[in-house]
């Protein structure tokens, strides 16, 4: 077909859409197997029978009669069409084809398509038609304008629940239990000279530790927890971490490097007072089983004295955030 004689069909065809609103005259211009697709939302159909339902009980009898469509660009091909428009109506009848299950908003809706049109034997063979359903949702009130409910995206991703510290009334059984019964094994042990009550380091894969004891506790009816930890996956996200904390009030007991298992952390409270770590690149235990000498632990009280002076083997990657 050439450029004029697809324009008079397409033309044709529109006016019976939406000026005579003729269902049997719309399928006249089209194909036995025409189809239609509505993109976004799925609708239309394939072969006149279901066009001709499509046409006469969800599409030509829902537009509102104050529409205007304004065609904005059209460029031709072999046998096709390419349509811009320019739709404006309200929204005061249910349009399925368009919204589908939505009843009438009364809100104004200007939008744009684009329509792909294919000929075939002198007739419409398909029409593909699209637009930005989000912008329709947004127009009619399915879609908030600006989100106010939504808290502020958090600048680091947690990777995982690193390692439990527990406070035990009774040391040496504890040891016993998570040792002989549970398998872990011993990475690092705290002398009472050094924490009170002995503090044993236990793991269960090459992380130094899983599991840690603390002796000393009164013996209560529930268990009572030292501290759990979030590993990062970057130095800088310790930073961002400790950053957002402060932002948000929350108290900070700690930051910097402990000793065993030499990891960057910063540790603050919950709002019930429990102990949580945010930390990066604990010490791994190899095949050999053995763990970093204390010799080499060199505590840090601040996240910047920790990178100025890492433990041996430890790679500070630049950072990227202060």
């Known amino acids: ?16 859409e939406f000026v005579t609103k003729d269902v049997e005259a719309t399928l006249a211009t089209m194909v036995d197997d025409a189809f239609v697709n509505h993109v976004p939302v799925s609708s239309g159909g394939k072969g006149k029978a279901a066009l001709r339902a499509f046409y006469r009980d969800v599409f030509i009898g829902s537009w ?25 109506f309200t929204h005061k009848n249910r349009m399925d084809w368009f919204l589908p299950g939505v009843p009438p908003t009364n809100r104004v809706v200007e939008v744009d398509f684009v329509v792909v049109v294919q000929f075939r034997d002198g007739k419409l063979a ?39 510290v527990l406070n035990v009334a009774d040391f040496e059984r504890s040891v016993r239990f998570y040792t002989g019964v549970l398998g872990l094994q011993v990475s690092d042990r705290y002398p009472d000279s050094m924490v009170p009550g002995g503090m044993i380091f236990l793991r269960c894969n090459t992380d130094h530790h899983g599991v840690a004891l603390v002796g000393g506790a009164q013996q209560a009816e529930r268990s009572s927890l030292n501290h759990f930890a979030f590993e990062v996956g970057a130095l800088d996200e ?14 900070i007991v700690f930051e910097g490097r402990r000793r065993a298992g030499c990891q960057v952390a910063v540790e603050f409270t919950d709002p019930d007072g429990n ?22 632990w060199r505590q840090a009280r601040t996240l910047e004295d920790a990178i100025a002076n890492p433990v041996e083997g430890q790679r500070v990657p630049p950072l990227t955030t202060a």
Do not use: C
């Open 126 to 164: 398909a029409e593909r038609i699209y637009w930005d359903q989000a912008t329709v949702l947004r127009q009619t009130g399915l879609v908030r304008e600006e989100r106010t409910d939504l808290p502020a995206p958090v600048p680091f991703a947690l990777r995982k629940i690193g390692h439990v």
């Open 1 to 16: 077909m050439t450029p004029k004689e697809m324009e008079a069909m397409w033309a044709e065809h529109i006016r019976h």
């Open 238 to 251: 310790v930073f961002r971490a400790r950053a957002w904390l402060r932002e948000h009030g929350v108290p």
């Open 64 to 88: 509102p009669d104050d529409l205007q469509m304004t065609t904005t660009n059209r460029v031709f091909g072999d046998d096709q069409i390419i349509e811009e428009d320019h739709l404006r």
């Open 275 to 296: 102990n949580l770590e945010i930390y990066w690149n604990i010490d791994q235990i190899g095949t050999d089983g053995q763990a970093r000498p204390a010799s080499q």
